[in-house]
Structure formats: structure tokens, C-alpha cells
């Protein structure tokens, strides 16, 4: 199965947040990171330390997109405290699914949300990468 990760997270959130909610989605729909064929988050994020590490690590080109496009796609759960923030109703499930080239039937996770032991949160969800 290919998968795209569609990433959000509080400012200065520290790796292992980000790394534990990524890893408690791919276990929710039985992925691995080897599985992990695009990235993407939105371009607020383009600086995220923890997102640039995580990037190096595992070898992966992160997309960021602009909040404009991400607020084009349809997904399950827009946020108004989101778009407050950010400009859009959503990141991560935005972000996923223009990272897999997807509609939504093709969102398999969605808007998990993890707080890390340092209060910081982290969100990721994830689109199937149709064939």
C-alpha cells in the first residue's frame, strides 16, 4: 500500500511528538513507514524544526502547500479554530490528500491527534495513493 501523510503540529512542537503520532497512525490502519510515499503539510510549516528533522531522517521531500489550496479540499472534519490560525479548515487532511493526488474516499486516517508529555500537539492523517 502506498500512503501520503498529510502533517500538522503546534510551533516548536520537539521530534519525538511528531514521531509518536505518526508512528500511533500508521499502527491504526496497519502501515509502516515504509509505506510512506509522499508528505506534506501547509507552508506555514515550511520552517517546522522537528518537521525538517523527520524529513532528513527518513529521506522523504515534504510538500508544503499554501492555506488558500489546502481550504479547496473536501474533508470530514474542517476546524474553525484551524482556519483561525492557519487560513484554512484544514492541514492534515487537506494535506494528505493533495499529497496522494486523492479524493476522500481515499482518507483512511483521519485527523489523528496526539498531545505529546511536552503539551505540544501533533496531527497527522493519511490518504491511500490510488493506483
Same mark, same amino acid.
Given at each position: 500500500m502506498k500512503i501520503a501523510l498529510g502533517l500538522g503540529c503546534d510551533r516548536n512542537t520537539p521530534l &519525538? %511528538?511528531? *514521531? &509518536?503520532a505518526i508512528d500511533q497512525a500508521l499502527a491504526l490502519c496497519q502501515a509502516s513507514l515504509d509505506d510512506v510515499n509522499a508528505v506534506a503539510s501547509i507552508d506555514?510549516? &515550511?520552517d517546522e524544526p522537528a518537521l525538517l528533522q523527520l524529513a532528513a531522517e527518513q529521506g522523504w521531500n515534504i510538500?508544503?502547500? $499554501?492555506?488558500? #489550496?489546502l481550504a479547496q479540499v473536501d474533508v470530514p472534519? $474542517?476546524? #474553525? %479554530?484551524?482556519? *483561525?490560525h492557519t487560513g484554512t479548515p484544514s492541514v492534515s487532511e487537506a494535506a494528505a490528500l493533495l499529497a496522494a493526488g486523492?479524493?476522500? %474516499?481515499n482518507l483512511i486516517i483521519e485527523k =489523528?491527534? =496526539?498531545?505529546?508529555l511536552d503539551g505540544r500537539n501533533a496531527t497527522v492523517s493519511i490518504a491511500r495513493i490510488p493506483e
Open positions: &519525538a %511528538t511528531v *514521531k &509518536a506555514l510549516k &515550511a510538500r508544503f502547500y $499554501p492555506a488558500q #489550496e472534519n $474542517p476546524s #474553525e %479554530t484551524v482556519r *483561525k486523492a479524493d476522500i %474516499t =489523528h491527534r =496526539h498531545r505529546g
